[in-house]
C-alpha cells in the first residue's frame, strides 16, 4: 500500500514518526474508534516513549514494554471517571499534578491517560488546564473522549487531535440495509468519520448531521473539478446549512424553557446556559468535523487519481490542516472556508509539475 495512505489510515504511524523526529505533543486528544481501542493505542504511545530496546520504537518484548502491556508500569497511568456519577475529579487532577512533577520512576517519560475525558467537570478541567498550558518535561498526556463536544474550548486548543477507526464492519453493514439510501462512499464516509462507533452513526443519521456532512463532502467533490461555483458561494452553502440548524436548535430550547416556566429561576437558568453550551459545542464540532470530511474527500480523490503523478496531494492535505487550525482561532470561519476553497481550486487547477 501507498506509505501516506498507510499513515493515514494508521495514525500511530504519525506518532511514531513525530516521537522519533523528536516532535511528539505534550497534549493530545484521542477520538473514535471506542474506548478500548483507544486505550491500546495509548498503551503503544506509552512503550513507543519508554521502550528499552534502541533498535525499535516499541518492542513489545523488553520489561518495559510488558509492564505497559499489562497497566504494571509506574510511568504510565489510566486515570478513569470515578464515583457514583462517573467523572474524572479534581482530587484526581491534583494526585496528578504532584506525580508529573517528579522524575519519571523507571522509564525515560511519563505518560498520563485520561479515560472518557469528557467527564472532567469545570473545576477538574481548570486544574488539568494549568499542567496543560505548562508541561512538566518528559511529561505526555492523552485524553481519550468518544464526546469532544463536551469538552472545554480551552482544553482543546492545548491538544492535538488524533482520530482513530474500528474496524469492525458488522453494525455498518447492518445500517446500511436498514437505511438503503446511503451510497457505498457514503457508507465508508459515515464509518470513518464516526470512527466506526454505530451509536455515534444512528445519531448522526438520526438529526440530520451526517446530512450536512454529505453536502460539504459534495460541495469540495465540486471544488476538485474545474470550473463549479466560486470559493465565496462553496463557504456559504455550507454555513448556511450549519447555521440554520443551530438557530433551529436555539430556537427549540427557548420554547422548552417557556414550558418551564413554573420552575424555580437559578435553576432555570442552569438549563438555560448547559443547554446553549451544549449547542455551542456541537456546533464547534461540526465545523471542526468539517475538516474530516475535506480530508476524506481528498484521499478518494487522490485514489481516483494515483496515475497522476501531479496530483497535488500533499499540498491539499496542508490546506485542511491548516483550515483545521485556523478554525480553533477567531477567524470568521466564513472566511476561512473561503481562502481554503480559493487555495484549493488553484492548486488543481494549476498543479506543480
Ligand atoms: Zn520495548
Not at 486544574?127 to 468518544?146: D, G, H, R, Y
Not at 451509536?199 to 471544488?223: M, P, S, V
Not at 449547542?279 to 481528498?298: H, K, S, T
Amino acid at each position: 500500500m501507498n506509505s501516506l495512505i498507510k499513515m493515514i489510515n494508521d495514525p500511530f504511524l504519525i506518532l511514531e514518526k513525530a516521537y522519533n523526529h523528536g516532535r511528539l505533543a505534550h497534549a493530545y486528544l484521542f477520538t473514535g474508534g471506542g474506548i478500548e481501542h483507544m486505550r491500546a493505542m495509548a498503551r503503544r504511545v506509552g512503550a513507543l516513549i519508554n521502550c528499552e530496546n534502541a533498535e525499535s520504537s516499541s518492542c513489545g518484548k523488553c520489561i518495559s514494554c510488558r509492564k505497559i502491556a499489562e497497566d504494571k508500569h509506574p510511568d504510565v497511568q489510566f486515570i478513569k471517571p470515578a464515583g457514583a456519577m462517573r467523572k474524572l475529579k479534581i482530587d484526581q487532577i491534583r494526585s496528578m499534578h504532584d506525580i508529573a512533577h517528579m522524575k519519571p520512576y523507571e522509564g525515560r517519560n511519563k505518560l498520563f491517560v485520561f479515560i472518557e475525558a469528557d467527564t472532567l467537570n469545570a473545576e477538574a478541567s481548570n486544574a488539568l488546564l494549568k499542567i496543560l498550558e505548562e508541561p512538566p518535561v518528559c511529561t505526555f498526556f492523552i485524553l481519550i473522549s468518544l464526546h469532544p463536544e463536551k469538552l472545554f474550548t480551552t482544553i482543546l486548543s492545548r491538544c492535538q487531535r488524533v482520530r482513530f477507526i474500528r474496524n469492525d464492519d458488522s453494525c455498518f453493514t447492518e445500517l446500511s440495509l436498514k437505511d438503503g439510501s446511503l451510497s457505498d462512499i457514503e457508507l465508508t464516509l459515515l464509518k470513518e468519520l464516526t470512527g466506526g462507533d454505530i451509536e455515534t452513526a444512528k445519531r448522526w443519521l438520526d438529526e440530520g448531521i451526517f446530512e450536512r456532512k454529505i453536502q460539504a463532502h459534495n460541495i469540495l467533490n465540486k471544488a476538485l473539478q474545474p470550473g463549479g461555483y466560486s470559493s465565496f458561494v462553496m463557504a456559504d452553502k455550507i454555513l448556511v446549512e450549519l447555521e440554520t440548524n443551530r438557530k433551529e436548535r436555539e430556537k427549540l430550547l427557548s420554547e422548552e424553557m417557556r414550558k418551564l416556566k413554573d420552575v424555580e429561576k437559578s435553576y432555570l437558568k442552569n438549563i438555560e446556559s448547559e443547554g446553549n453550551a451544549q449547542i455551542a459545542g456541537e456546533y464547534r464540532e461540526e465545523i471542526l468535523g468539517i475538516w474530516d470530511v475535506f480530508a476524506f474527500g481528498i484521499r478518494q480523490f487522490y485514489l481516483k487519481n494515483l496515475n497522476d503523478s501531479k496530483c497535488p496531494i500533499m499540498e491539499l492535505m496542508k490546506f485542511v490542516e491548516e483550515g483545521r487550525k485556523r478554525s480553533i482561532s477567531n477567524v470568521p470561519f466564513r472566511l476561512i472556508l473561503e481562502s481554503f476553497f480559493l487555495k484549493l481550486k488553484e492548486a488543481v487547477n494549476s498543479p506543480a509539475s
